[in-house]
């Protein structure tokens, strides 16, 4: 059988082990106190808060995964596209298929190139 507290009665606490946290240094004295007791105030950061920054990266990704994901959808629900593209795809030489390779792989430097330069833009310009 478990030593499991089945009344209504609050479990003892050992106040033994709870940690003081009055001490753990995250606040200041008050030097402006009065009472002449120590109150104690939280501490304030000399760091301003930073303005968030648009993630130009996952903005971009973001866009060619919906785009993508249009064109599928607008491929799929017509029988008529899913017969021209399967068409289109049944009938590509092996020279244009490596013409769409590397458009795709153009693109997807272009798009990696045009974000780092906007991240760096964005990094400089905060300094």
């Given amino acids: ?9 609050p479990d003892a606490v050992d106040t033994a082990t709870i940690p003081d946290v009055t001490s753990s240094g995250i606040f200041d004295a008050d030097p402006n106190s009065t009472d002449g007791a120590e109150t104690r105030v939280p501490t304030t950061s000399a760091v301003p808060a930073a303005t968030p920054r648009a993630r130009v990266g996952a903005i971009a990704w973001g866009l060619v995964v919906c785009v993508i994901a249009a064109t599928v959808l607008a491929i799929m629900t017509d029988s008529a596209r899913r017969v021209a593209v399967a068409n289109w795809i049944g009938g590509i030489s092996p020279g244009n298929i490596w013409m769409v390779v590397l458009i795709i792989a153009g693109a997807l430097t272009l798009l990696i190139g045009v974000t780092s330069f906007i991240g760096q833009a964005q990094r400089s310009r905060r300094r």
């Fill in 1 to 9: 059988m478990s030593s499991m507290n089945t009344t209504n009665e």
